[in-house]
């Protein structure tokens, strides 16, 4: 598989990785007729710690007797702010449609660019992504579920919490040990909620199969596609292509889900991802972490 992706250029790395997490996010917003979604996010982050704590075993093995106070708090904020993303976004995914929520979850992520940045130029930036937001939100008769915008907005502060730990963990522990660590934390979080809501109805085998395809696709496959990616890339280079998320969540949840946009909300998505692009190419170091 290695060699595999050796052959494949980082930019199609990255936006295969995007392509996957999007389709997983499809996938499980099917789901959330027979599965609620907090149950889907319960298997899905079940899928990602058991897969990277089966790839990190040894690793963790020997990050154990390092382990000190700092670093445990450090590892469970880690897998706090990933139960909050990945909890938040699945409830905005129930009640708008999913470009629309990745959209507004995006402004996380914006948020920690526009702070590592010390430019005038950022002002655009956040002036465009609040056009974006505003065309998004502005009242009209098919206008979008509060609750479901309110829901996107938390995952992107877990998105922004996620990647400013994410660098934090990167220093302390090796590979992605702090990653299938706080995978595991963030399941045991979200497991009352999750086994509460979904019940036994939860383990029927064909629901199981599908949950299990979504973690992969949308945890153990981007990352991987990633971090390769990374290899090869300047992170300033893979925070642009990054930017695309928004877009390619749109499609798919055109394609998939047959969630058709207005004008308007395309219009507002445009206006997102160019404050994305640009914010990233004027941020001087801005953190980067692959989306889990």
């Not at 696709?217 to 090869?232: F, T, W």
Request: charge should be positive; hydrophobic fraction near 60%.
């Amino acid at each position: 598989m290695n060699v595999l992706w050796r052959s494949v250029p980082a930019p199609g790395l990255v936006l295969g990785g995007i392509v996957s997490v999007q389709i997983g996010a499809g996938i499980a917003k099917g789901l959330f007729e027979s599965m609620p979604p907090s149950a889907v996010v319960f298997m899905r982050l079940l899928t990602s710690a058991v897969i990277l704590a089966f790839l990190t075993r040894r690793v963790i093995r020997m990050m154990r007797p390092r382990l000190d106070r700092s670093g445990v708090m450090v590892l469970v904020a880690f897998g706090l702010s990933l139960a909050v993303m990945n909890f938040s976004i699945y409830q905005s995914f129930s009640r708008i449609p999913l470009g629309i929520a990745v959209t507004i979850e995006f402004l996380g992520p914006l948020g920690v660019a526009v702070a590592f940045s010390r430019r005038r130029m950022d002002l655009v930036w956040v002036v465009m992504a609040a056009l974006g937001v505003l065309l998004l939100t502005r009242g009209s008769a098919d206008s979008l579920d509060p609750v479901g915008v309110v829901y996107a907005l938390v995952a992107g502060a877990g998105w922004a919490a996620y990647i400013l730990l994410s660098v934090e963990t990167g220093r302390r522990f090796e590979g992605a040990s702090g990653l299938a660590v706080a995978s595991a934390v963030g399941m045991l979080a979200v497991a009352p909620i999750g086994l509460g809501e979904g019940g036994a109805s939860m383990w029927q085998p064909s629901l199981v199969a599908v949950a299990v395809a979504v973690g992969l696709l949308s945890s153990a496959v981007p990352y991987a596609l990633e971090l390769e990616a990374l290899r090869r890339m300047p992170a300033k280079v893979f925070g642009i292509l990054m930017s695309l998320e928004p877009v390619v969540a749109a499609l798919v949840g055109l394609v998939l889900l047959s969630e058709i946009l207005a004008v308007r909300e395309w219009a507002a998505i445009g206006c997102v991802v160019l404050a994305c692009i640009g914010a990233t190419k004027a941020s001087r170091n801005p953190p980067e972490a692959p989306e889990a």
